[in-house]
């Protein structure tokens, strides 16, 4: 890595992302840690503990805020760049120029073992790696990544600046946005679960013949699976992320830029809004509709209709105030049980 702090800032401050540059114009080596910098080193800072670490490791440029600026009065030698938001400069800073950077594999655009059908479109900057299946009527945007194993069936449509980890599926009619992220292991398109019972319980499935479409820079963990609708479309907007282990069911349509984390289970033709986020193993029942703005918290069970924006927790889930009262609560039951059983005795006895 070359480059040099006022790079750094000519990029990004005309954004409002940089917004002051204080101290020499030093070269950078790498983007760093802070616990673990040194000379030459990008640190970012966005706690006050930080700074004697800084002080004692002497890193070469501090990403940080307005408000923590004066504790590096003293290190003449240290160059500022001061952010409005040190969280996202980290992370587009780091995109920029410490991020993975695919070409290392060393792959030619489509290698001789993968499998592409004929009738599939990729452009000149598109790259399939090793043993991927590309299918028929195939459509891979520029600078899309296929990596090894993973498989794109007849008729999905894959748009630009998009990878797609290893031994991945998009399922056929299948839609992935740009500037997307299909984790390894993640199935795009697998069968709906739909069947259809007889008077002795035998169980008929109902063909899933819909379609799963995901939205611009959408990412999606490993090991996800993402269920086709029965007729139309299982919908994920534009900027949500999901973590691994995912499950998200037929029919179910999730609004933009939301945050679910790992294990986060939604069942058919449940309904989620924007900007909506869940802690680990939260679930939503089937048909149910979350509004805009809700966080799930504590392995939260969603069984009915969320309509005001707000943390939830709990099964069935209540807002979060109330979840933590009540949770308090339960804690003293074998408590106030003892204390009851008592106020009863003594009330039995005084009556006799």
């Excluded at 984390?261 to 033709?269: I, L, R």
């Amino acid at each position: 890595m070359k480059i040099t702090a006022a790079e750094i800032f000519s990029a990004f401050a005309p954004q409002g992302l940089l917004t002051e540059m204080t101290g020499p114009d030093q070269a950078i080596h790498r983007i760093a840690p802070v616990e673990d910098c040194g000379p030459g080193d990008l640190v970012f800072v966005d706690k006050p503990q930080f700074a004697a670490i800084v002080a004692q490791r002497r890193p070469a440029v501090v990403v940080t805020s307005f408000k923590l600026k004066p504790l590096f009065a003293n290190s003449a030698d240290l160059t500022l760049l001061l952010s409005p938001n040190v969280n996202l400069g980290q992370a587009l800073i780091k995109q920029r120029y410490a991020g993975r950077q695919f070409d290392a594999a060393g792959w030619p655009q489509v290698h001789p073992s993968a499998v592409v059908h004929e009738t599939a479109v990729l452009t000149a900057t598109t790259v399939v790696e090793p043993r991927a299946v590309v299918g028929r009527n195939v459509q891979l945007g520029e600078r899309t990544r296929i990596m090894a194993g993973a498989v794109i069936e007849h008729d999905a449509q894959v748009g630009s600046d998009t990878v797609v980890h290893p031994n991945a599926v998009i399922g056929y009619d299948c839609v992935v946005g740009s500037e997307a992220v299909v984790g390894a292991g993640a199935v795009i398109g697998s069968e709906g679960y739909g069947f259809a019972q007889d008077k002795q319980g035998k169980s008929y499935p109902i063909p899933q013949t819909g379609n799963v479409v995901l939205g611009d820079r959408v990412r999606v963990g490993a090991n996800c699976c993402i269920d086709r609708a029965a007729y139309r479309t299982t919908r994920i907007g534009a900027g949500t992320k999901l973590d691994n282990l995912c499950h998200i069911a037929h029919n179910v349509e999730i609004g933009e830029d939301c945050l679910l984390t790992s294990m986060f289970c939604v069942a058919g033709s449940a309904t989620i809004g924007n900007r909506v986020m869940s802690s680990g193993q939260s679930g939503v029942s089937d048909h149910v509709k979350i509004c805009d703005d809700v966080v799930l918290l504590h392995r939260a069970g969603v069984v009915a209709d969320i309509e005001q924006p707000g943390a939830y927790a709990g099964l069935p889930v209540q807002p979060f105030k109330e979840y933590i009262r009540n949770t308090a609560v339960f804690r003293m039951l074998a408590d106030l049980r003892q204390r009851l059983m008592s106020l009863e005795s003594r009330n039995t006895s005084q009556i006799k």
